[in-house]
């Protein structure tokens, strides 16, 4: 495959992050084609799981790094590198004891004081971390396997902070970092190690098999379990992911095994390739969203943000996203379709093709004034992509100054970061999607928090709502959610942080011999999978 001027630039830029590290693990010896899987994914630029929520990032981290805590295909907590855990009698200390066999990749043992400095970093951004340290007193070292957590008073919700969107644990020397500072090290404990001699950032990165890696005896399930690796090796292929049509001939072909995200137009040519499968991994589903900058004009105006609401055409835009209509359903409640907490608050906005007039008068009564509104076009993931060309259509049909503003995702993960003004390389909107499974869980989920700039990109702001939100964390029942989700979801949709799209359950596909592939949200775990022999 050709090999673009822009790839060229992103591998000398980033080969310097990526290939500057002292190889730790040379170059094994290649593996044999049926211990080998190649994955066509998306643009992986960052490598800290800290540093960005991008999903990318956090199948890198599931590959090489390791958790406290994980959860099972039904998103409950398990132990994973800790072996034995207890909490006091008033339920404010809780120990962990690490279990046997826990080594980093360059041969060091792994300790409680890695442990510690993981949970701290983590803590300073993730929205579970940022809970569970405002009700912590301190998280010590014991000794070199026990670590401690120490509350000012209770929480319940401990171990689903630390098992669902927890912290990966790092070396305590990359932890130590500033959370806005990428560690670039890629030295983990876990079941993968990065390859650095064989990375090609903008082409494709490589993973092996940690011979070293001790699993959990219990059996896979979600994320939590054995982590058994049945694979020596495998390969993200990013250069193919643009180019979805070329990705799915390779697929054919027998040139790679697993395709992320197949076009919704040629779902029936792999569903009639005998050779081919394709397989819904997330049952959940993702919710697509349209994020404001609610810090700039004109989005910083409630009225603007509420003209969003009414603008979008639910049906339409996902049928532009996604094409294939039968993974795909309108969706109206914050909390998702079907979550445990789904409700039909304050939801008289939505209408069947939207309301154009309504959005129309809204944005006139923001005093909208033709500022540019720049919209963040992922060129390399085409559902996006999509859908940020419809949504920029639609605005300006209604007399918006829209413009997109296309990179790759590694660029849109890069700029949206920024607080800028948009004639200072800032941004107005950008598309993105977040698993279903985790709108149900407003303590952990990334997108859910209004807590300003401490929060996630966009970077809402109401304090009402924040003390809701906070006040999940020591609900009992589910009926006392159910009604705390109601008070959240009349706020939510009267400030309006992001507009929701539409509710996609898509399937991957893989070829036939690819089989064990774990099912959760939005992650592919490389464990577990294997390929027949041929």
Same mark, same amino acid.
């Given at each position: ?11 000398g830029?980033?080969?310097?992050a ?6 730790v693990?040379?170059a094994q010896?290649?593996p044999?084609? &049926?211990?080998?899987?190649r994955m066509?994914?998306?643009d992986l630029?960052?490598?800290d799981?800290?540093?960005? +929520?991008?999903s990318?990032t956090w199948?890198h981290?599931?590959?090489?790094y ?6 099972d295909?039904?998103? @409950? ?7 034995k ?5 008033d339920?404010? +200390? ?17 300790t409680a004081?890695d442990?510690?400095a993981?949970?701290r ?5 993730a929205?579970?971390?940022q809970l569970?340290m405002?009700?912590?007193r ?6 070199? $396997?026990?670590?401690i957590?120490?509350l000012?008073?209770p ?8 098992? *669902? ?8 020397k ?6 806005t500072e ?16 064989l ?18 005896? /219990? ?10 690796v049945?694979?020596? $090796?495998v390969?993200? @292929?990013e250069s ?5 049509h ?14 992320e ?6 779902l ?9 499968e394709?397989?819904? !991994?997330?049952r959940?589903g ?10 700039q004009?004109?989005?910083?105006n409630?009225?603007?943000r509420q003209a969003m609401?009414?603008l979008?055409d639910?049906?339409?835009m ?5 094409g294939?209509?039968? *993974?795909?359903? +309108?969706?109206?409640?914050m ?5 445990s907490?789904s409700n ?8 069947k093709?939207?309301d ?17 509104v720049v ?11 999509n ?14 100054n ?5 990179s790759?995702w590694?660029?849109?993960v ?8 948009v004639e200072?390389g800032?941004w107005?909107?950008f ?12 303590v952990?989920?990334?997108? !859910?928090p ?16 924040e ?15 159910k009604?705390l989700?109601r ?6 949709w /009267? *400030?309006v942080?992001q507009?929701?799209?539409g509710?996609a ?14 099912g959760?949200?939005t992650q592919?775990?490389?464990? &577990?999978?294997?390929k027949a022999?041929?």
């Open positions: 495959m050709t090999i673009s001027r822009r790839q060229i630039i992103k591998t830029i980033a080969a310097g990526v290939l500057s590290i002292p190889s693990l040379r010896t290649s044999t084609p &049926n211990r080998t899987v066509v994914k998306g630029s960052v490598f799981p800290v540093v960005t +929520t991008a990318y199948d981290a599931l590959a090489i390791d958790t406290l805590f994980a959860v295909a039904n998103l @409950e907590p398990h132990p994973q590198m800790v072996g855990w207890a909490v006091s009698d339920k404010k +200390t809780y120990t962990f004891e690490l279990r046997d066999g826990l080594g980093w990749h360059d041969g060091a043992s792994v004081a442990c510690v993981s949970i970093r983590w803590g300073q951004v929205p579970g971390g569970l405002s009700r912590t301190d998280v010590s070292k014991k000794d070199d $396997r026990t670590f957590i120490t000012k008073e929480l319940g919700v401990v171990l689903n902070v630390l098992g *669902y969107l927890g912290p990966f644990v790092m070396r305590e990359d932890a130590s970092l500033s959370p990428q560690v670039t090290a890629n030295i983990g404990s876990g079941p993968f190690t990065f390859n650095h001699a990375a090609k950032p903008g082409a494709n990165f490589t993973y092996d098999r940690n011979v070293r890696y001790v699993p959990r005896d /219990e059996p896979a399930d979600g994320l939590a379990g054995g982590k058994i049945k694979v020596d $090796r390969i993200w @292929e193919l992911f643009a180019d979805q070329t990705s799915v001939a390779a697929l054919q072909a027998g040139e790679v095994d697993f395709l995200s197949p076009p919704g137009d040629l029936p040519l792999i569903e009639s390739d005998p050779n081919l394709l397989e819904v !991994l997330n959940w993702e919710d697509m969203f349209v994020r404001m900058n609610c810090l004009k004109p989005f910083d409630v009225k603007a609401l009414h979008v639910q049906e339409a996902m049928r532009a996203a996604y294939n209509p039968k *993974y795909l359903h +309108t969706v109206t409640s909390f998702g379709n079907d979550t907490v039909d608050e304050n939801t008289g906005w939505f209408k093709g939207g154009r007039e309504k959005a129309t008068q809204l944005f006139k009564e923001a005093g909208y004034a033709g500022e540019k919209i963040l076009q992922p060129t390399d993931w085409a559902e996006g992509s859908a940020s060309q419809f949504l920029a259509a639609a605005l300006r049909k209604i007399g918006v829209a413009e997109l503003a296309p790759d590694g660029g849109v890069a700029r949206r970061a920024k607080k800028d003004p200072n800032g107005s909107i598309i993105s999607s977040a698993p279903e499974a985790s709108s149900g869980e407003p952990t989920s990334i997108t !859910l209004m807590n300003g700039e401490k929060g996630w990109y966009g970077w809402p702001r109401n304090d009402e709502y003390a809701l939100r906070l006040k999940w964390a020591d609900v009992e029942t589910l009926k006392e959610r009604a989700a008070k959240m979801q009349r706020i939510w /009267e *400030y942080p507009v929701l799209v509710q359950i898509s399937p991957i596909a893989r070829r036939k011999i690819l089989t064990g592939l774990i959760m949200p592919n775990p490389f464990w &577990n999978m294997q022999t041929a």
